[in-house]
C-alpha cells in the first residue's frame, strides 16, 4: 500500500516563509511525475507547481518566483519552499504523485493535505 504524508503546514505571517515536505512509503517502484495541489475554502483544489522525472518544473502564475518545488530522496521525493507568503495563499496544500508499485501497478496518489496559514 502507497501512502504519501505532507508536513510543514502551519500559521505564518504574510512575507513569511514555509517549506513543505511530502514523506512516500510502500511497495515503491518508481515515482514519475509530482506535484504540489491546494484547495481554499469554497474553490476547486488548483495546481501549484509540478515536476518531471527529469526535473523539468511548472508553476501557477500567482506563485511563480516566489515558490520552488524541488525533488529529494526515496523517503522524501519532494518538497514545496514557500516564501513571500500571501494572504490568498491559504489553504490546504496536498502533495500528489504518479507511482509504479512492485507489482507494476500504475496510478495517482494523494496525501491528506496539510494546513497553510498566512495571516497577520
Known amino acids: 500500500q502507497v501512502q504519501l504524508a505532507e508536513s510543514g503546514g502551519g500559521l505564518v505571517q504574510p512575507g513569511g516563509s514555509l517549506r513543505l515536505s511530502c514523506a512516500a512509503s510502500?511497495?515503491?517502484?518508481?515515482?514519475?511525475?509530482m506535484g504540489w495541489y491546494r484547495q481554499a475554502p469554497g474553490k476547486q483544489r488548483e495546481l501549484v507547481a509540478g515536476i518531471t522525472s527529469g526535473g523539468t518544473t511548472n508553476y501557477a502564475d500567482s506563485v511563480k518566483g516566489r515558490f520552488t518545488i524541488s525533488r529529494g530522496n526515496a523517503k522524501i521525493p519532494v518538497y514545496l519552499q514557500m516564501n513571500s507568503l500571501k494572504p490568498e495563499d491559504t489553504a490546504v496544500y496536498y502533495c500528489?504523485?504518479?507511482?509504479?508499485?512492485?507489482?507494476?501497478?500504475?496510478?495517482?496518489?494523494w496525501g491528506q493535505g496539510t494546513q497553510v496559514t498566512v495571516s497577520s
Open positions: 500528489n504523485a504518479d507511482i509504479v508499485t512492485w507489482s507494476q501497478y500504475r496510478a495517482d496518489y
Open positions: 510502500g511497495a515503491i517502484a518508481s515515482i514519475n511525475a
